[in-house]
């Protein structure tokens, strides 16, 4: 995080998962979602903040977990057949979501919370020790 974590949620963290799933990182093809949800990451003093609009998706029906400082947000629904929307412009996932944040080892992953407010998920992630120390300076001679 702060430079040092990929929050795009995809680059080298989709390139680690898939080759740890046999898919080539770069020399293959890998299907990103088609649409996603839009993610905030807001730095704190002790903490960094995920704000995750997953408006539509029940708290039921997502998912968090970390594998290899990787933390994997997910979401499905099921739509209805006979009430499937009809969009004429479509920006946001319907049936599922997926979004993965690099980790860096700047979190203490055993303390990571996280809640749903008004369709808002919100995704606590308290500071490692390592990412609390204040940066080093160094003196030219």
Request: aromatic share 10%; charged share 25%; hydrophobic share 30%.
């Amino acid at each position: 995080m702060h430079g040092r974590c990929n929050t795009a949620g995809y680059g080298s963290a989709y390139g680690r998962r898939d080759f740890a799933h046999g898919h080539q990182p770069f020399g293959g093809f890998y299907k990103r979602p088609k649409y996603n949800v839009p993610v905030n990451i807001e730095e704190k003093e002790n903490s960094y903040e995920v704000t995750v609009y997953a408006t539509g998706f029940d708290k039921e029906n997502i998912k968090l977990s970390v594998v290899d400082q990787l933390l994997y947000i997910t979401g499905t629904r099921t739509i209805d057949e006979g009430n499937k929307p009809n969009f004429t412009k479509q920006e946001f996932p319907v049936k599922t979501f997926e979004r993965v944040i690099a980790l860096n080892d700047q979190v203490d992953t055993a303390g990571i919370k996280a809640k749903q407010e008004n369709g808002v998920l919100i995704v606590t992630l308290p500071k490692s020790a390592e990412a609390q120390k204040p940066a080093q300076e160094i003196n030219v001679d």
